[in-house]
T-cell receptor, first 113, second 113 residues
Framework: GQNIDQPTEMTATEGAIVQINCTYQ??????LFWYQQHAGEAPTFLSY????GLEEKGRFSSFLSRSKGYSYLLLKELQMKDSASYLC??????????????FGAGTRLAVHP | DVKVTQSSRYLVKRTGEKVFLECVQD?????MFWYRQDPGLGLRLIYF???????EKGDIPEGYSVSREKKERFSLILESASTNQTSMYLC????????????FGDGTRLSIL
């Protein structure tokens, strides 16, 4: 079956660093996305990994280990506006040659002063 | 700027009604998707379309149908609404080329009474 796990909630302090983990068990793995979703808003794309290693994009970095079925999103210099849900999504190929995204339930991050 | 518009932010309907949710994108993208988002479950794929008049079932298609008569518009239809279809519905689209991310609309919060 397809399964994606991420913590339900996390809290952190403004200015700190936080790491949000995601583990997955899927067949036909074809990349992993991270999205940010503020309450009542659309998910917005943050990062994409398909090869092992770290992708850095400003204050946000994402890491992937395909052999371990593991990814993390690293947020540095936390700001209050980073309070949001963070969605891990695996892109998987299935029958017919189509790709689809399989989402984790999301991690709700609260940043405190 | 990528734009995808969903016809309503909030909608209240009664059990048994036929409900139409509309999604329009202005990027000339081939692929369009409908998800529902429920607490603790994440986003789940209902239907997707990779071209005009083409449609494929996602993970939870029961009770839903879709229509793609024009490239920019993808409609989700609840044939006979039931209370368990109360949810947040999100439309997304992406280009068919490469590993580009999906872009989401702001969602329609649908309540079935």
């Amino acid at each position: 079956g397809q399964n994606i796990d991420q913590p339900t909630e996390m809290t952190a302090t403004e200015g700190a660093i936080v790491q949000i983990n995601c583990t997955y068990q899927t067949s036909g793995f074809n990349g992993l996305f991270w999205y940010q979703q503020h309450a009542g808003e659309a998910p917005t794309f943050l990062s994409y990994n398909v090869l092992d290693g770290l992708e850095e994009k400003g204050r946000f970095s994402s890491f992937l280990s395909r052999s371990k079925g593991y990814s993390y999103l690293l947020l540095k210099e936390l700001q209050m506006k980073d309070s949001a849900s963070y969605l891990c999504a695996v892109r998987a190929e299935f029958s017919g040659g189509y790709n689809k995204l399989i989402f984790g339930a999301g991690t709700r991050l609260a940043v405190h002063p | 700027d990528v734009k995808v518009t969903q016809s309503s932010r909030y909608l209240v309907k009664r059990t048994g009604e036929k409900v139409f949710l509309e999604c329009v994108q202005d990027m000339d993208h081939e692929n369009m998707f409908w998800y529902r988002q429920d607490p603790g479950l994440g986003l789940r794929l209902i239907y997707f379309s990779y071209d005009v008049k083409m449609k494929e079932k996602g993970d939870i298609p029961e009770g839903y149908s879709v229509s793609r008569e024009k490239k920019e518009r993808f409609s989700l239809i609840l044939e006979s609404a039931s209370t368990n279809q109360t949810s947040m519905y999100l439309c997304a689209h992406r280009t068919g080329v490469g590993n580009q991310p999906q872009h989401f609309g702001d969602g329609t919060r649908l309540s079935i009474l």
